[in-house]
């Protein structure tokens, strides 16, 4: 039976109807055998044995009708549809390079799905084709069958409708506490993040998903060979089902003349991407590595329908924590109950602030007053940090800390892109990087910044900048 539903998540879906995927498998007559010769030698061996059996040249084929449901998403033809085995209790499960032991169905048609090359009548013809050659189901025993019914009861809350895709043969934690990340991209910066969070020990387990075209990329290769412990590669967006928390690093590399091209061509990315990660991950929190960050946060917080609190951007943090690294351990300036913070947006237009009114001390000069010190102790160290890079490997170790804080809950407060309509008379809907208090829900609460009125007019600058560039892309 091949089996339609559509998911929505604002509307009934469509009843199912059914139909049938018939393969029919042909072995060649004896005059195609590639080892002829032998095969009539032998047959002529068992005629002089038992002169009575006859023989006679025909084809044989074989039919066999095999139980498919495809799901069709409710951002159907942009994304591929989700494709099962519906055993019945007679039936096992071949696993094998299309097929999963839970049924799920992997087809290079699905890998690739483009709109609008792709449909549903070429992804059939695909499935005839590659089950003709290695057929996904046999028939099981009258004893194995009765241990089938566990695992048809588990397809089956998948292929009537059940939205619960629990991190699919993960076995373990079914309870909620499995904390599993999923990184989007298997670029330098994307396999940077994987390492970095899996080597802070924060997740449970982290999938990489590869969206490159063709074969997998050297890193993710090399991933393979060396197999880490809590690392999975994957090309199809269900292995991200279940996580907590999905990083996006993938940007687009496409031959865009104009920044707003540029933008344009991420945002067409991300137009695949964010719908499957939102149906696959419902409750997750999205953290944005992507550039532009602000924007692409913008993006991602659009397409998903998920609540401004669990769409974040990495911001500033890793400038933030820099910053107040380069105060403390380099200026050696001694801030007493005091945060430091860079806010604004990624760049060259990013502020200082401070989120607490403390003094200030610092071997710089001991005849300053406190604010004239705080000035100059600023200015050193922006100076300083302007030194700064921002690699693959340290951005990597800036999204494992914002990890840390989401998976453990640990309502630590990180410089983060957030939603910021509403704050420092911005009436536009943009993301900016403010100090957020962090949790396993993302965003708990924003913390109010000292001296507002000299860093509000800033913060406006770029949020008008922004927006002006949001109000010119195709969502």
């Known amino acids: 039976m091949l089996c339609f539903a559509i998911f929505h998540r604002h509307a009934e879906r469509i009843p199912n109807a059914g139909c049938t995927l018939r393969i029919r498998i042909y072995k060649k007559p004896i005059t195609q055998y590639k080892f002829r ?15 009575n059996i006859t023989f006679a040249m025909n084809t044989y084929s074989n039919s066999y009708n095999i139980p498919i449901c495809l799901w069709i998403l409710d951002f159907h033809p942009f994304t591929p549809p989700i494709c099962f ?74 292929t009537e409708g059940e939205n619960n895709v629990q991190s699919m043969g993960d076995g373990k934690k079914s309870n909620g506490e499995f904390n599993k990340v999923t990184v989007i991209g298997a ?82 990315l991300f137009r695949g991407i964010i719908p499957s990660v939102a149906h696959y991950s419902q409750h997750s929190v999205l953290l944005v590595a992507s550039q532009p960050v602000e924007i692409m946060t913008y993006v991602s917080w659009k397409m998903s329908g998920f609540p401004k609190s669990r769409v974040i951007g990495i911001g500033c943090n890793l400038d933030s924590a820099r910053f107040q690294y380069i105060i403390t351990n380099i200026l050696k300036a001694q801030i007493r109950d005091k945060d430091n913070w860079i806010i604004g947006e990624q760049g060259e237009n990013k502020v200082m602030a401070w989120s607490a009114s403390k003094s200030v001390t610092s071997n710089l000069d001991g005849d300053l007053t406190n604010q004239n010190a705080q000035q100059l102790l600023v200015n050193r160290a922006m100076e300083i940090l302007k030194g700064k890079g921002q690699r693959s490997w340290s951005v990597g170790l800036s999204v494992a800390d914002l990890a840390d804080s989401i ?69």
């Not at 009539?40 to 038992?50: M, R, T």
């Not at 999963?100 to 005839?128: C, F, T, V």
């Not at 590659?130 to 996904?136: Q, R, T």
């Not at 269900?238 to 933008?263: C, E, I, R, W």
């Open 85 to 158: 085995l519906k055993p019945t209790a007679n039936m096992g499960i071949s696993v094998g390079k299309h097929v999963d032991a839970h049924g799920r169905i992997y087809l290079p048609y699905l890998q690739n799905w483009s709109h609008p090359q792709s449909m549903i009548i070429g992804l059939l013809k695909e499935m005839i084709i590659k089950f003709e050659e290695e057929l996904p189901l046999y028939s099981l025993s009258s004893a194995d069958a009765a241990r089938q019914l566990e695992l048809l009861s588990y397809i089956a809350k998948i």
């Open 187 to 268: 670029g330098d910066l994307g396999l940077a993040c994987a390492l970095a969070i899996s080597a802070k020990n924060v997740a449970d387990k982290v999938v990489v998903l590869d969206c490159s075209e063709g074969t997998m990329k050297g890193g993710t290769m090399d991933l393979e060979i060396f197999a880490l412990p809590n690392v999975e590669i994957s090309r199809d967006f269900s292995a991200s089902a279940g996580s907590k928390l999905v990083v996006l690093t993938v940007n687009s590399l496409g031959n865009a003349q104009s920044y707003l091209d540029v933008v344009q061509s991420n945002v067409e």
């Open 407 to 475: 998976l453990s809950d640990k309502r630590k407060v990180h410089s983060i892109s957030t939603m910021v309509q509403g704050c420092y008379s911005i009436n536009s809907e943009v993301f900016l990087s403010m100090p957020c208090v962090l949790g396993i829900n993302g965003v708990n609460e924003v913390i109010k910044l000292l001296d507002e009125d000299s860093v509000a007019q800033k913060l406006q600058s770029s949020a008008a900048s922004i927006h002006d560039l949001q109000q010119q892309l195709k969502l």
């Open 37 to 51: 010769d032998l095969t009539i030698e032998e047959l002529k061996s068992v005629h002089e044995l038992y002169p």
